[in-house]
Antibody, heavy 118, light 110 residues
């Protein structure tokens, strides 16, 4: 069965960096676009970034452009999100998701919590 | 891209039907047949329950159905059960490789 397991979330100070990882299993990872989606406390879901099967970044939400970098390693079935210059407003649960046509996310991980203290 | 608009809450008694709306614009919901709905029990992974407006993934009960009219999509849960109590989010393709989500609706089974 499809499994997505995020890791790397932590408490970090404003201006700091963090790298999130997502380990995928149960499907041919290299065949799918993948994404990071976040949910801030008390807020709805927000697309952060997603990338193509070959690793080309397709989308970043405006607020993270220039600070976050999405990448993947198809040999390790893993998705990453390098987050630099973190701000308090980046505090959220970050979910890894498998993307289908039309921005449909058909499988999600359970999320990893990022807290940025100011 | 602004979030899609959902009511913050909805409720119904066991066995009843509840419909949750999701309002966007002609640039997202109204422009594409790529509306999806997600069920989220807090602390767990969100789960896709409807995609492409009205299609159900394998394993999702047929009590869940979706529709769209103009810029508004709807999720109907029929024959409400206790386990349906969760947060529900809509999502839509918004063109130019962008997606957008709604703010979420908390469904309470009374």
């Amino acid at each position: 069965q499809v499994q997505l397991v995020e890791s790397g979330g932590a408490l970090v100070k404003s201006g700091g960096s963090l790298r999130l990882s997502c380990a995928a299993s149960g499907f041919t990872f290299s065949d799918y676009y993948m994404s990071w989606i976040r949910q801030a406390p008390g807020k709805g879901l927000e697309w952060v970034s997603y990338l193509s099967t070959s690793g080309d970044a397709i989308y970043y939400t405006d607020s993270v452009k220039g600070r976050f970098t999405i990448s993947r390693d198809n040999t390790k079935n893993s998705l990453y999100l390098q987050m630099n210059s973190l701000r308090a407003e980046d505090s959220a649960v970050y979910y890894c998701g498998r993307v289908q046509v039309g921005s449909t996310v058909d499988y999600w991980g359970q999320g990893t919590l990022v807290t940025v203290s100011s | 891209q602004s979030a899609l608009t959902q009511p913050p809450s909805a409720s119904g008694s066991p066995g009843q039907s509840v419909t949750i709306s999701c309002t966007g614009t002609s640039s997202d919901v109204g422009g594409y047949n790529y509306v999806s709905w997600y069920q989220h029990h807090p602390g767990k992974a969100p789960k896709l329950v409807i995609y492409e407006v009205s299609k159900r993934p394998s394993g999702v009960p047929d009590r869940f159905s979706g529709s769209k009219s103009g810029n508004t999509a709807s999720l109907t849960v029929s024959g409400l059960q206790a386990e349906d109590e969760a947060d529900y989010y809509c999502g839509s393709y918004a063109g130019s490789n962008k997606g957008v989500f709604g703010g979420g609706t908390k469904l309470t089974v009374l």
